[in-house]
């Protein structure tokens, strides 16, 4: 079955440090995106991609970075950790709204704690 | 801009009850919407979605929600609660042309007292 795989699930880290969320998906979809869930919040959007070598900015992006260097993979990166990137890290990926509806199928999640 | 508002960050109903969850949307446009359920510790997984078809959307669990466009809303219900109901539940709007962001509402979190 398809999937979408978030690691580490875990993460302790102290400020300053780059940390690195990988996310790999089997669904073959072109959308990928990243979401931080913070209590009160809901889910914002961190980073999103429609295809192979394209990122864009969403509306939390200050202090994280995307690559997309294939169809399967969008890894997350905090340049350097700050206590108030303390968070729960999801990430989604769909087909395109044309192709389907637009659904997004998630991963499990990635709990980050910055000291 | 599109926009979602869930109405209650906290819903408490008895085992039993009507569950109702509220959202409204903004959009200039019809839009397609969605309801997600995130149980403790989990992602989130669809419950049912809006996609222009009938209004009345059944997704699992007993849950459906009905697209109201004069109201500009999708609010959720499922008839009985059961406590594995107990979950938070997020409302989720796309624009079917444009930029193809899922925008969430905030959340609802359902407790179901015994």
């Known amino acids: 079955d398809a999937e979408i795989t978030q690691s580490p699930r875990h993460k302790i880290t102290e400020t300053g440090r780059q940390v690195t969320l990988a996310c790999h998906q089997t669904w073959n979809h072109n959308n990928m995106f990243w979401y931080r869930q913070d209590l009160g919040h809901g889910l914002r959007l961190i980073h999103y991609s429609y295809g192979v070598q394209d990122t864009n900015k969403g509306e939390v992006s200050d202090g994280y970075s995307v690559s997309r260097s294939n169809t399967e993979d969008l890894p997350l990166t905090l340049e350097s950790a700050a206590s108030s990137q303390t968070s729960v890290y999801f990430c989604a990926s769909s087909e395109p709204v044309a192709a389907g509806t637009g659904e997004l199928f998630f991963g499990e999640g990635s709990r980050l704690t910055v000291l | 801009a599109q926009s979602v508002t869930q109405l209650g960050s906290h819903v408490s109903v008895s085992e039993g009850a009507l569950v109702l969850l509220r959202c409204n949307y903004s959009?200039?446009?019809?839009?397609?919407l969605f309801w997600y359920v995130q149980y403790p510790n989990q992602g989130l997984q669809l419950l049912l979605k809006?996609?222009?078809?009938?209004?009345l959307v059944k997704g699992i669990n007993g849950f459906e929600a009905e697209f109201k466009k004069s109201e500009t809303s999708f609010h959720l219900t499922k008839p009985s609660a059961h406590m594995s109901d107990a979950a938070e539940y997020f409302c989720a709007v796309i624009l079917i042309q444009g930029a193809q962001k899922l925008v969430f509402g905030q959340g609802t979190r359902l407790t179901i007292n015994p």
């Open positions: 809006y996609t222009s078809a009938a209004t």
């Open positions: 959009s200039s446009v019809p839009p397609y």
